[in-house]
């Protein structure tokens, strides 16, 4: 089964500083991976997916996501951070198209980003 | 402007009701999903649909209901057998070529008393 662990439940930073949020994932094969962001009483908004290629990908917003086999990590960064970018943030993986579990999303537990002034 | 909508956004219930939580999209997505959401525990799936008429059961389904009578609609019904019914309910639907990739909707708070 896959699953994705979100070692922060909460990162505080200030702005203008660097930031990076940590996924782990469990899964058999390569699979598909995402970050979606959260503001408060709000839905989810795609901030980036990979799928294969290049390993580190670009997202909306300045974010960026590197994924390392080696590792089984997908951890999100962003170089200068605005204040803007305070809410919370969920890794998700997915199977892949034809396998049992290839149609659903398992997110983690998310992480709460607080940026300072 | 295409995109996901839930109806109502906060939603009151008394204990023992029956309440059913609207989903609509208009982006032609063949598949849909409901989750539910609680504090530190990210998103659980409910249930999911991925085309007309079939749906599957999620990791948490018991205590709730679905239909997909039509392809734009997949309404959730929390009935009074769900133990904790008090959450934030979000909906996504998925186009069936894409990678997984699922749009949000804005969600629906319920709040039993």
């Known amino acids: 089964a896959q699953s994705v662990t979100q070692p922060d439940i909460h990162i505080t930073v200030s702005e203008g500083a660097s930031l990076e949020l940590r996924c782990n994932y469990s899964?058999?094969?390569?699979?598909?991976l995402f970050w979606y962001v959260q503001s408060p009483g709000q839905g989810l908004q795609l901030l980036l997916k990979?799928?294969?290629?290049?390993?580190l990908v670009q997202g909306i917003k300045g974010f960026e996501a590197e994924f390392k086999r080696s590792q089984s990590s997908f951890n999100l960064r962003k170089p200068s951070v605005h204040w803007s970018d305070a809410a919370e943030y969920f890794c998700?993986?997915?199977?892949?198209?034809?396998?049992?579990?290839?149609?659903?999303?398992?997110f983690g537990e998310g992480t709460q980003l607080t940026v300072n002034p | 402007d295409g995109g996901i909508t839930q109806s109502p956004k906060y939603l009151f219930r008394k204990e023992g009701q029956n309440v059913t939580l609207s989903c609509e999209q208009n982006?032609?997505?063949?598949?849909m999903y409901w989750y539910r959401q609680d504090p530190g525990q990210g998103l659980r799936l409910i249930y999911y649909?991925?085309?007309?008429?079939?749906?599957q059961k999620g990791d948490i389904a018991e205590g709730y209901s679905v239909s997909r009578e039509k392809k734009e609609s997949f309404p959730l019904t929390v009935t009074s057998a769900q133990k904790n019914p008090t959450a934030f309910y979000l909906c996504?639907?998925?186009?069936?070529?894409?990678?997984?990739?699922?749009?949000f909707g804005p969600g629906t708070r319920l709040t039993v008393l």
């Open positions: 990979y799928f294969s290629g290049d390993t």
């Open positions: 649909s991925q085309i007309v008429n079939d749906f």
């Open positions: 899964y058999g094969a390569t699979p598909y």
């Open positions: 998700a993986v997915g199977a892949r198209r034809g396998e049992t579990s290839g149609s659903r999303l398992t």
């Open positions: 982006l032609n997505h063949d598949a």
């Open positions: 996504a639907s998925r186009r069936a070529e894409t990678y997984n990739e699922q749009f």
